[in-house]
């Protein structure tokens, strides 16, 4: 199986992201329990001392996930005293330079973080991760994610990598801060988005924090225009068959507007200085007034100080152009085993036991809105937020959409993307230099 291309149906992709949301009305589920398979599967060890290495990107303590996965891994260890689980976290850029350094030495992590499609793509074809098939078959564990998610991290009919979410990018909104700007109304095009940061900002609030320094940020935010400029997804996909070029007015008008919010002062100071982390924990303190990234953010936003004060949109229409039920989609990063793993077995044995208590865990920290994986339970009695509800109806309604530029273009033409579009945070440049640029990378790095 090869990997999926850019363009996502919108029957594939609702159908992939209800299925763990069905049960989000259901009265016969008691609050605070997830449903999942028997769970006790992780290796004695026997007498054999055996430490694993697990590469994460969960280095923050302050978050659900965080505490997600500590206290899996402590499980784990206290029924398996002679397996000792290494952690090792960073956040995601620092994650994703050190395994491309790793990689090159052929010595990755027993565990590893990897993202989907083209980003995964090279270190399949190196030979350097472990495929899962024979971990999925395993106690039901296949059948416990998303419909269709699986095949963004598949290659010739094997899984490599085992996702922890499937996410769609929203526009997150402190509900006091606009009230205190005058807003009474959510933007629902570009043009009324661009006069809401015009009045932040002469309120002196930030009207969106962003950490650019992780410059997969801006790229996710930038993408979103693309899209709807483009009038739907597809646009990349249009490039690499080469029925476009990033010359296309698409592209350019995107760039324009992207920025225009910069020129409005819409983002934080210093925004490329600010890693991902610290950008989120500006909205989550409530100095900024939107924050625009997927929603795997709610949890950490419902139990940070501004929980209960934030509402959430869709990314608006752009020169009446554009879907708001079609979103940026983001499978999520994926847990993947090196194949030269000294402990092969025992590896898969902890990361088959991981994954089966991950939605049971992640439901009662209320931190299941995005998840890969089914979540049997009823939110509502279970006391999940209004913000947390109006994300999931969000879910239902969904149209399809594009899959992220690194992970769908090959990673040097992705490299110079990444770069250009953090450039835009620093200074101005002319929207056709900047296609002209991704162009001659694109055609540089055909294969």
């Not at 989907?116 to 994610?145: E, I, R, S, Y």
């Not at 002196?204 to 997804?233: V, Y």
């Not at 273009?409 to 002319?430: C, E, R, W, Y």
Request: charge should be neutral; aromatic fraction near 8%; proline fraction near 4%.
């Amino acid at each position: 199986m090869g990997r999926k291309t850019a363009r996502i149906s919108a029957a594939a992709l609702a159908g992939v992201l209800a299925v763990g949301l069905a049960a989000c009305g259901r009265a016969d589920q008691s609050a605070g329990t997830g449903n999942t398979q028997d769970t006790n599967t992780g290796s004695k060890g026997g007498d054999k001392k055996v430490t694993i290495t697990f590469q994460n990107i969960y280095p923050d303590p302050t978050t659900p996930t965080y505490k997600m996965l500590h206290k899996i891994v402590e499980q784990y260890e206290k029924e398996n005293p002679n397996i000792h689980i290494e952690l090792d976290s960073m956040n995601t850029d620092q994650q994703k330079m050190k395994l491309k350094t790793q990689a090159a030495s052929k010595e990755i992590p027993d565990i590893t973080i990897v993202n989907p499609a083209a980003q995964m793509k090279p270190f399949v074809d190196a030979g350097l991760l472990a495929p899962l098939n024979d971990m999925l078959d395993k106690n039901g564990l296949k059948g416990t994610f998303q419909d269709g998610l699986l095949d963004y991290y598949s290659f010739n009919n094997s899984v490599y990598a085992l996702p922890d979410g499937n996410n769609i990018q929203v526009v997150y909104y402190n509900k006091d801060l606009f009230a205190q700007a005058g807003i009474k109304d959510t933007p629902k095009t570009f043009e009324e988005l661009l006069e809401d940061v015009k009045l932040l900002k002469s309120k002196g609030i930030t009207p969106i924090a962003i950490g650019e320094k992780d410059s997969w940020t801006g790229s996710f935010l930038f993408m979103n225009m693309l899209l709807r400029t483009n009038g739907g997804p597809g646009f990349l996909q249009d490039v690499l068959d080469k029925k476009k070029t990033f010359n296309d007015p698409a592209f350019t008008e995107a760039v324009s507007k992207f920025q225009e919010l910069v020129q409005a002062g819409a983002f934080n100071e210093g925004a490329t200085s600010v890693d991902y982390n610290a950008g989120g924990n500006i909205f989550k303190t409530g100095k900024a007034a939107m924050h625009i990234i997927g929603t795997w953010e709610t949890g950490a936003i419902d139990a940070s100080s501004v929980g209960g004060k934030v509402g959430v949109f869709q990314f608006p229409t752009v020169g009446g152009k554009g879907d708001v039920n079609q979103y940026m989609i983001a499978p999520g990063s994926a847990f993947a085993i090196s194949a030269n793993s000294k402990h092969l077995q025992e590896t898969k044995d902890f990361l088959n036991y991981f994954t089966l208590n991950l939605p049971k865990v992640q439901f009662e920290l209320k931190n299941a809105v995005g998840i890969g994986q089914k979540v049997e339970g009823d939110f509502k009695a279970a006391g999940y937020s209004d913000l947390a509800i109006s994300i999931l109806d969000l879910f239902k309604n969904v149209k399809g959409g594009d899959l992220a530029f690194d992970n769908t273009m090959n990673p040097a033409t992705a490299q110079v993307h990444l770069g250009s579009i953090q450039n835009l945070f620093i200074q101005k440049a002319d929207p056709k230099q900047v296609a002209q640029e991704h162009q001659s990378a694109f055609e540089a790095n055909i294969k």
